[in-house]
């Protein structure tokens, strides 16, 4: 499609429950982000994948987060586990190559709240 | 990894241009500039993008100063849907496994009639 689709839009998780978050690049784009926000103006640079490998996973919190871009498939953030500081916003984007300058386009997000 | 520095808020009359500044001092010499701005909760928008010239497109226009070390976002007519909160960003790309955008703090643009 012509725009990042994330699924769901709201996500509510009890502490200690499994959360799983999807996301559809933009068709043709290789290159696939994901950020956290957790207050309003702070974004997190969690992963990047470049098709289905990973290409930076600099910003995983290991223990608990996992994620996977998997040929013909929304690609996908899991927590396991989920605490209350995981409640956020988690944003995917997408980017068509690395080597031109092209822009990232990021999705509408998926709202997580831990209770 | 280079930060850039915005002003918390900024003000604006609806029909007016809208001077967005950015520093960017440890900006290195192939790191773009990207500005992008968050209307409510939505996703990022892109506007526009630079590494030494000025740009303009449909939406805006960036002035990058000749050393680099800041850059300001113009919008030349603000109107009320232009408010929100702008991001000026450095695209931090080393090596092979590094290429990410690094969001600073933003400026809130209010737009008034």
């Known amino acids: 499609g012509e725009e990042v689709a994330q699924t769901p839009k709201h996500l509510v998780r009890g502490e200690g429950q499994k959360a799983k978050l999807y996301c559809a690049p933009i068709?043709?784009?290789?290159?696939v982000f994901w950020y956290q926000q957790v207050l309003k103006n702070e974004f997190k640079f969690l992963i990047s994948f470049q098709n289905e490998n990973v290409f930076d996973e600099t910003g995983m919190p290991k223990e608990r987060f996992s994620a996977k871009c998997l040929p013909n498939s929304p690609c996908s953030l899991e927590i396991q586990a989920t605490k209350l500081e995981d409640s956020a916003v988690y944003f995917c984007?997408?980017?068509?190559?690395?080597?031109?300058?092209?822009?990232?386009?990021f999705g509408n997000g998926t709202r997580l709240t831990v209770t | 990894d280079a930060k850039t520095t915005q002003p918390t808020s900024m003000d604006c009359a609806e029909g007016r241009a809208a001077n967005l500044p950015c520093n960017h001092s440890?900006?290195?010499?192939?790191?773009?500039v990207y500005w992008y701005r968050q209307i409510h909760s939505q996703g990022p928008q892109y506007i526009i993008h630079g590494l030494k010239n000025n740009e303009t497109n449909e939406m805006a226009s960036l002035i990058i100063t000749e050393d680099r070390k800041s850059s300001t976002l113009i919008l030349p007519h603000a109107t009320l849907r232009d408010t929100a909160v702008y991001y000026c960003?450095?695209?931090?790309?080393?090596?092979?496994?590094?290429?990410?955008?690094?969001f600073g703090t933003g400026t809130r643009l209010q737009v008034f009639p």
């Open positions: 984007a997408s980017r068509r190559d690395r080597w031109l300058d092209s822009p990232l386009h």
């Open positions: 960003i450095v695209r931090v790309a080393r090596g092979l496994n590094t290429d990410k955008l690094i």
């Open positions: 440890t900006i290195s010499g192939n790191e773009y």
């Open positions: 068709k043709g784009h290789s290159y």
